[in-house]
Each structure stands twice: as C-alpha cells, then as structure tokens.
C-alpha cells in the first residue's frame, strides 16, 4: 500500500458543499485539501457505468494534472422502485440544456416517476444514499471505499441545507431529511466516532481507517 507522503489532497470535484465536507473531515487528521476548480482544472467526461469507474476518472485526471495524491467521490441516489436509478445518472438528472444543473428539477423528475409508479408509501418510496471514494496516485494506483445510508424519500422537498436531492431524502431512523439537518449533523464524523451518518462520512471513516490511522 502506497504511502501517503503529502499532507495536501486534490479534490476532483468543482462542487462546493463536496469541498466543504471534505475539508472538515480531512482536518482533523492534519490533511488539508484543494478543489479542482481552485486549481483551475476541467471537469472530465465521466463515461463510467459505475460510481467506481467515474471516480476514478476524476481522481486520476486530478493527480497526474497535479502531481498530488487525489480524493474523489461519485455518489448518487439509488431509488428502489425505480430500479436503482437515478444512480451514477443522479447529476445528470440535474443538468440543462446549457449545462447548469438544476437539483429541483431533478427532485420533480423524481417524484413524476414515483408517481406514476404508484409509489405512494414511505414502504415503496425506499432507497439509499451511496458514495464510492476513490485515492489515486498520480503513477494511477487507486483504492476505493464505499459508504452508503438507507432512506424514503418525501415529497414536497423540506430543508434548505446541504446540496443535491438532501431536501427529499429521510434517512432511517430520523423524522427530517438531509435538508434539514446542519452539516454536522450529516456529515459530522471525527476520529473515534462509531457511527457516521451520511454516505459520503460513512466512506471517508472506511479511508480513514484504512488510511489516516484512525480508530
């Protein structure tokens, strides 16, 4: 296993909220991280069929560009009743005609296709939250950790926090949605902690762990 010599990742992702995330998850452990898009960096095509294959396309583009180990996460929503989807088609789901993304759209074209599924039940409205992180090495080695949280989805939206579909995902165990929750609350894992919560700290404790010697 390649040691991690630098204390500085790239993050292959231009979304601000991945990089807010990421930043208080690394921070703890003494690691401090950039964006592509403060890198100035292009975006990849992400032509993978699996969360796996588009993060690392991104991972990899981002450390041989920049020559430092790269942290990278395609994560998406995995709807039951509709087969799985959006899936690693979950942003796409949200980009217009010109390219910006649109996340309410997105959600309506969610509901439309719950709806004519006659999935009108918390019981046939299940899916999860899954989000595959990938390290890659500018030589192209790689690892993957995977992190994934269980859930029904709500309709109308509720909560204005977090980024993507958070508004209509309700965890299990909870009676708010990720859109309600504060950034802590989702995300907020720490070295020592058993229990994460969302899919994207649930993966980052697998590399933790492996990786940056926690607990």
């Not at 109308?156 to 209509?168: A, I, K, L, S």
């Amino acid at each position: 296993m390649k040691p991690i010599e630098n204390k500085t990742f790239v993050l292959a992702s231009h979304n601000k909220g991945k990089l807010r995330e990421f930043s208080d998850l690394l921070r703890p452990f003494g690691y401090s991280v950039r964006s592509a898009a403060e890198l100035g960096l292009d975006e990849p095509e992400e032509t993978g069929s699996t969360f796996e294959e588009n993060a690392y396309i991104k991972a990899h583009a981002a450390a041989v560009a920049t020559g430092l180990p790269a942290l990278s996460d395609d994560s998406g929503l995995c709807v039951d009743a509709l087969d799985g989807a959006p899936g690693v088609y979950t942003a796409d789901w949200a980009t217009k005609e010109d390219g910006s993304r649109d996340f309410m759209m997105a959600m309506e074209k969610t509901e439309k296709l719950l709806a004519e599924k006659g999935a009108d039940t918390p019981q046939k409205r299940t899916g999860r939250f899954v989000a595959t992180l990938c390290l890659c090495f500018p030589d192209g080695e790689a690892e993957y950790f995977r992190g994934a949280v269980d859930g029904h989805l709500v309709w109308p939206p509720r909560g204005t926090d977090g980024f993507g579909y958070d508004p209509v995902f309700q965890p299990d165990g909870f009676d708010i949605t990720f859109g309600e929750m504060t950034a802590e609350e989702k995300h907020g894992w720490k070295p020592g902690d058993e229990q994460a919560l969302s899919h994207r700290a649930r993966a980052f404790r697998e590399f933790a762990r492996a990786r940056l010697g926690a607990a």
